[in-house]
């Protein structure tokens, strides 16, 4: 099975600022098959990213994906109040669609 | 708009059984998978199992094996999720996905099912 290992646990950064979170996969993964979720207290996770790079409709520009083989990032420029979440990476290539165990981003 | 409501939730002993309901509407239920994926609570998401409601095809994961069965009704567009002889750690909130994206990631999320496993 493949992990996914994301880095850091928690992040600490101040709206304006930009956040870089990283994900590493114990083996190759397609960039097409790596996606990015967001998920606040209480609430479902959301879709960020897929395809390592592509936004969903609705998901702001700030939200970049990318990478590629066993290295992953979602960078998020201009933080604003609402991105204070855990975001978790993902493999939906095939089964088991394992995640990363999440980072948390905090003010 | 795609909609996926979840019901089944509540407090059940341990040994007991849980199912789970994931009520789809807004596209065709037969076309697209159904994945499971469970939080415990303060923890991080865990898949558990997907359903194409076409054809009927089934995965787990590995550890729920012989303890899971994940079922669809066409006739009314809901999946189910059941799981026997129930843990403490089953404890979790039980969430509905489906992918409709190119390449399959999990766009539409159920609201949750939360289930505590407690004597």
């Known amino acids: 099975d493949i992990v996914l290992t994301q880095s850091p646990g928690t992040l600490s950064s101040s709206p304006g600022e930009t956040a870089t979170l990283s994900c590493r996969a114990s083996?190759?993964?397609?960039?097409?098959?790596l996606a990015w979720y967001q998920q606040k207290p209480g609430q479902a996770p959301r879709l960020l990213i897929y395809?390592?790079?592509v936004r969903p409709a609705g998901v702001p520009a700030r939200f970049r994906g990318s990478g590629s083989g066993t290295d992953f990032s979602l960078t998020i420029t201009r933080l604003e109040p609402e991105d204070f979440a855990v975001y978790y990476c993902q493999h939906h290539e095939d089964a088991p669609y394992t995640f990363g165990q999440g980072t948390r981003l905090e003010i | 708009e795609v909609q996926l409501v979840q019901s089944g939730a509540g407090v059940k002993p341990p040994g007991a059984t849980v199912k789970i309901s994931c009520k789809t509407s807004g596209y065709t239920f037969t076309d697209y998978y159904i994945h499971w994926v469970r939080q415990a609570p303060g923890k991080g998401l865990e898949w558990v199992g997907l359903?194409?409601?076409?054809?009927?095809?089934?995965k787990y994961a590995e550890k729920f094996q012989g303890r899971l069965t994940i079922s669809a009704e066409t006739s009314t567009d809901t999946a189910f999720m059941e799981l026997t002889t129930l843990r403490f750690e089953d404890t979790a909130v039980y969430y509905c996905?489906?992918?409709?994206?190119?390449?399959?990631?999990?766009?539409?999320w159920g609201q949750g099912a939360l289930v505590t496993v407690s004597s």
């Open positions: 395809g390592s790079s």
């Open positions: 359903i194409y409601p076409g054809h009927g095809e089934r």
């Open positions: 996905a489906t992918p409709h994206s190119s390449s399959w990631p999990f766009d539409y």
């Open positions: 083996q190759y993964v397609s960039a097409v098959y």
